[in-house]
């Protein structure tokens, strides 16, 4: 048995018997990475979510020339397109904005609706939903041909509907 090994009983005579000092990052000087950096820049943000509505709008077999992408709070990022059912349209920022929900984000923080071919906006039903869901300072940018446009919910949704 070499002078190190020790058999029940023993006291340790490696470890000291006086109290270890505790060290933390800042006595050696060390930056912890914090949540801001871990997270995308607010300009990544951005670029992953036109990314995003963009390709799963060119990707859709559905037809549809409109897409969305939203950021949860989580910093997942959730996408849809417009479906057709047959006896109802669901517009791709509800389809996006339920998949975040579902998927475990509690709220958004921001949105990209894109289209191909038209203006892309939000209708008054997918409005509402976003309110519903959305965290505060909220933002949503319309990139369609014409360019990209970005809005508060509160300059698109100045009013809305509450039940208290
Ligand atoms: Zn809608």
Redesign the pocket.
């Known amino acids: 048995m070499s002078e190190f090994q020790s058999t029940i009983g023993d006291s340790n005579k490696i470890r000291s018997v006086s109290k270890v000092r505790r060290l933390d990052h800042t006595d050696l000087n060390i930056p912890l990475p914090t949540d801001e950096q871990n997270e995308l820049s607010q300009d990544d943000q951005w670029d992953a979510l036109h990314k995003a509505a963009e390709s799963i709008t060119t990707a859709s077999d559905t037809g549809s020339s409109v897409g969305c992408a939203v950021l949860g709070t989580d910093q997942s990022i959730h996408t849809g397109v417009t479906i057709e059912t047959g006896t109802e349209v669901v517009?791709a920022?509800?389809v996006a904005v339920l998949k975040a929900r579902s998927e475990g984000a509690e709220a958004i923080d921001k949105a990209v609706v894109y289209s191909i071919d038209r203006d892309a906006g939000?209708?008054g039903?997918?409005l509402q939903l976003v309110w519903n869901t959305a965290a505060d300072d909220f933002l949503v940018e319309f990139s369609d041909p014409s360019g990209t446009k970005r809005w508060s919910l509160n300059e698109l949704y100045p009013q809305p509907y509450t039940l208290e």
Do not use: G, I
């Open positions: 517009h920022a509800k939000l209708c039903n997918c």
